[in-house]
């Protein structure tokens, strides 16, 4: 997956930790929704990624994104993504998942894969795990015809 870009948008320490991987990695990362934020809005991360990677969960219990500073309801992933990036996140309301396939987008729920579950079970691995899913894996280009 060399060369893509990466938005990595709110949640906590994992979301974090994930971003510090995919940068070892020698990846584009922008970050927004916990410091250091790297792009002026979600907007601007979302736009400039390939890749979305939203939180866990990916909304709060009032149904807003969980992203630290902002009060948007959860729908406005469905604004931020083109049908050419693949977004994740998790937990994500079936709804949701619905409305993005309805308009063409790739947006998948991570929680919903064992290795995923089995890592987060562990504190520590999670982050870790999902990068491995979106980076080493070849999960992105067998459900997101995205060319590694």
Same mark, same amino acid.
């Given at each position: 997956m060399n060369g893509k870009t990466f938005a990595v948008i709110g949640g906590d320490e994992r979301q974090a930790r994930l971003a510090r991987l995919l940068i070892q990695d020698g990846h584009t990362v922008y970050i927004r929704g916990h410091c250091p934020s790297t792009s002026d809005s979600l907007e601007d991360a979302a736009a400039r990624a390939d890749v979305i990677i939203w939180p866990l969960p990916i909304a709060d219990r009032n149904g807003n994104l969980n992203v630290t500073g902002e009060s948007r309801p959860v729908s406005a992933v469905l604004d931020m993504t083109r049908p050419d990036q693949l977004a994740v996140g998790g937990r994500i309301p079936l709804s949701l998942m619905e409305q993005a396939n /309805? +308009?063409?987008?790739?947006? +998948? /729920?991570y929680v919903t894969r064992e290795d995923f579950a089995i890592a987060n079970a562990v504190p520590g691995a999670l982050a870790k795990q999902v990068y491995l899913i979106l980076v080493h894996s070849r999960y992105v280009s067998r459900y997101f015809q995205l060319s590694l």
């Amino acid at each position: 997956m060399n060369g893509k870009t990466f938005a990595v948008i709110g949640g906590d320490e994992r979301q974090a930790r994930l971003a510090r991987l995919l940068i070892q990695d020698g990846h584009t990362v922008y970050i927004r929704g916990h410091c250091p934020s790297t792009s002026d809005s979600l907007e601007d991360a979302a736009a400039r990624a390939d890749v979305i990677i939203w939180p866990l969960p990916i909304a709060d219990r009032n149904g807003n994104l969980n992203v630290t500073g902002e009060s948007r309801p959860v729908s406005a992933v469905l604004d931020m993504t083109r049908p050419d990036q693949l977004a994740v996140g998790g937990r994500i309301p079936l709804s949701l998942m619905e409305q993005a396939n /309805d +308009a063409g987008l790739k947006l +998948a /729920d991570y929680v919903t894969r064992e290795d995923f579950a089995i890592a987060n079970a562990v504190p520590g691995a999670l982050a870790k795990q999902v990068y491995l899913i979106l980076v080493h894996s070849r999960y992105v280009s067998r459900y997101f015809q995205l060319s590694l």
